[in-house]
Each structure stands twice: as structure tokens, then as C-alpha cells.
């Protein structure tokens, strides 16, 4: 289990993470989302033992994760890693292997494979997406205990996304892994990941369950006989609301059945129940929190 308690930490004068509080139980996978420098990344610097937190403390089963042992079992994938000029991947293996004595070579070159890099090729000379499979091969191979990726999707394509997740379902499951990712695709997240975390504000704002979290929203469309205004709407537990004359959108907290029933009482012409995903009750969250306009 992870446990961060009372944890804040600034980067020179600003205060980018404050009284953190959080546990994560083995074998989770953790959705970290928030805007552009909400403190996700610093986040999970500070769990890969990158940075030393000012105050609080973060514990890998009781350890800290500067522990020479517990750091073994830990591998952090941040958004840019570090490779020389002449690295190649054959080269980059064996580098990581000082780091991860067991890590399985056989695993690695399968994705390698897979991804159709040749291991003798310069890192430097791939796109992008490709030295980002390269690095999720390594991470992947190495199986470690705790997995933590820093927009882990950034740069792959549909195909190598698909080829990803299904991996890291499969370590999660062979290995009892616990894996943190941070990620803007968060229809992607929504796919595999069990809990999620808000950063908002320098703390967490929100979290839970992914599923149960959208389903505490609702989206209707609705259309009138006669234009609209917002008065009507009064009383409801209101996230979202569009009106244009008498057509109207509107998302809602709260159980859909009953939502339904209320908004029957208005006596719309038309009403239709709309999809509502992840990535969309994130917009509302943030919009509500005053995050973003």
C-alpha cells in the first residue's frame, strides 16, 4: 500500500502540492487528472522519491521510497526520460538492468518487436511516439511493484494505446502491480483504470471510483414549445445548463430517474437522456470548481 499523510511541497516560492492525504491499496490503478500544472507531475516526482516532500511523508508499505529495497520495486516513466546521444535500446536495456537486476529481456524484446523497433537503431533517431514505446517496453519489462507514468499515452498511436493498456491489465493481474498514471486522455483512463484523483487547488479534490463518479451525473436534452429561461430550471441540482430559445441542455447531480421524473414535471415536447463519459464529467467538475471558465 501506498500512504501519503499531510504531505506539501513548493517548487521556489509556489506552493504546487498542499496537505496531501491519500492511500492507495495494492494492486489499484490510479487515475491522476487535473488542468496544465495542477501538480500531477510533481505529484508523482515526489512518490518516485525524485523529490523530497518539505513536509509530511510518503510511504511505500511502511518504507520510505528513498529505502534502498523499496526503490527496486518502484519505476517512474516521467513525460520526457533521460537517454544519451548514442543510446540505442540494446544499450538502454542494459542501463535500466543496473537498476532492475531482474528485468526480463525476453518481455522487452517481444515489445520491441511488436512495435517494430530495431534494437540497434539510435533512440535519438525515433519519433517521439516511438521512444515512448521504447521506454514503456522497459517499464513493462521490468514488472515492478509500483508503476508510475507521467502522461503515458502522449505520442501513440491507437494501435500502441490498445497494445499498452492491455499490457499493463496483464501486469496489474500476473504481477499484483499498483500502477499511478497521469494522462489528458482521460477516455483512455476511463477504459482500465478502478479509482481516479482530481488535483485542484494544491490538494485532491475530488476521487473515487471512475464509474460511480459518472454515474452521479446526468444529460438531457430537452425542446419546448415556447422559448425558455433559466427560472425554470430553479431547484434542480444543477452542473450544466445551455439554453437557446427552447432547446435546452442540461446535466444534472443526482439519481436519473428521478432527474427524469423533474424535468417531466416541466413538460418539455421532447426529452432525450444523452451519454455522459469521464472525459466530460471532468469539464464539469473543473467548470464547477471555477478551474476553468
Sequence with gaps: MIKIQDMSHSLGAKTVLHKINLEIPDNTILGIVGINGAGKST???LLAGVYLPDEGSIKYDEKDP???????????????PYYTAFMTPEKLFKFYKC????????TYLRLLEIYKINKADKVRNFSKGMRRQIFIALALAA??????????????DPLSRKIFKDAII?????????????SHSLRELEDFCDRFILIDSNTIKTQGDIAEHVGKLCKFELAFTESVSKELFA?????SLIIQSRFVQIVLEGDRTVMRERLEALSPAIMDEMPLDFEEAFIHDVRKD????
Design 43 to 45: 505529484l508523482l516526482r
Design 66 to 80: 528513498a529505502n534502498a529495497e523499496t526503490r527496486k520495486k518502484i519505476f517512474f516513466l516521467p513525460d520526457d
Design 99 to 106: 537498476f532492475y537486476p531482474t528485468i526480463d529481456k525476453q
Design 143 to 156: 514488472k515492478p511493484k509500483y508503476l508510475l507514468l507521467d502522461e503515458a499515452f502522449d505520442g501513440l
Design 170 to 182: 496483464t501486469l496489474v493481474e500476473e504481477s499484483q502491480t499498483t500502477v499511478l498514471i497521469s
Design 235 to 239: 431547484g434542480l441540482p444543477i452542473v
Design 290 to 293: 471555477g478551474m476553468i471558465q
